[in-house]
């Protein structure tokens, strides 16, 4: 069994899909248009290291902001988790900021500008 991630866009998905394989250094790896709203993704799958997350926009009608769960990238470099951080915190909003805390060399969390809230762990 696999457990994979799936986020929810309003409308965003692939230009959000394109920004995580940038910043996370990822490859989508599949990406299909709604039949019948052909500017709009029904699905994208992207690869981020030996792991997979899904996305796709949710019908107008039907979206609702993510809350009650977050994305979290963990990393040993400490350059690296502040390169992550704030390059999805770039035009999103900061929760905690990254820093030092009792059981990590920096932590922190942030919704992105895509409404996608994500964690960061070193």
Not at 17 to 29: D, H, N, P, S
Not at 38 to 64: C, L, S, W
């Amino acid at each position: 069994m696999q457990l994979v991630p799936h986020l929810s866009f309003n409308g965003q998905c692939e230009e959000a899909f394109k920004f995580y394989e940038q910043v996370l250094a990822a490859k989508i790896t599949f990406m299909a248009p709604y039949p019948e709203w052909p500017d709009k993704t029904m699905h994208a799958t992207i690869e981020v290291g030996d792991r997979i997350m899904h996305g796709a926009d949710a019908p107008p009608e039907h979206f609702k902001t993510p809350q009650g769960f977050s994305p979290a990238l963990a990393t040993k470099d400490t350059a690296e988790a502040e390169r992550l951080f704030n390059a999805l915190a770039e035009g999103g909003t900061v929760q905690m900021p990254l820093q030092q805390t009792f059981w990590a060399s920096r932590f922190g969390m942030l919704t992105d500008r895509y409404g996608i809230p994500w964690m960061i762990n070193c």
